[in-house]
């Protein structure tokens, strides 16, 4: 009995292991973009966030959240195959927002390794 319930535990290890070498993950170039000074004039800024599936399994964006309306994500909607890219592009509104400094975080959830990454927006509309 004792020999049965080590053999099946290793096995459920072994599958566990087996299991966590076939996901997705997701790398960013960079998590955040600061789009500087722009004026009220000009309120709606755009910018490109890449990223590259760096796991062994198909990744898939699930759902991308931004933390205020002001801010619109567009995404990657198909799978991205291993080593492929993807992207996700944020539409910033300052459209009657007031003047000043803003950063904004827009939450990724997808099938990788770490389910949630956040990216960040942030600029100053001035007069």
């Known amino acids: 009995m004792k020999k049965f ?5 290793m096995i459920f290890c072994a599958f566990g292991y087996a299991e966590a070498q076939n ?3 997701i790398k960013f170039d960079k998590t955040s973009h600061n ?6 004039k000009s309120p709606i800024q755009k910018c490109t966030f890449t990223f590259t599936n760096v796991g062994n399994a198909p990744l898939v964006i699930n759902q991308v959240v931004a933390s205020c309306g002001c ?4 995404y990657t909607k198909e799978p991205i195959a291993p080593g492929k890219k993807g992207e996700v592009t ?6 009657g927002k007031p003047l000043g400094h803003f950063k904004k975080n ?4 997808t099938n990788a390794v770490a389910e949630m990454t956040r990216i960040y927006v942030e600029g100053e509309m001035t007069k």
């Open 5 to 9: 319930i080590i053999m099946s535990l």
């Open 23 to 25: 996901k997705a993950d």
């Open 35 to 40: 789009f500087g000074a722009f004026s009220e």
């Open 71 to 74: 801010t619109v994500p567009a």
């Open 90 to 95: 944020i539409t910033y509104n300052g459209t």
């Open 106 to 109: 827009i939450t990724i959830r």
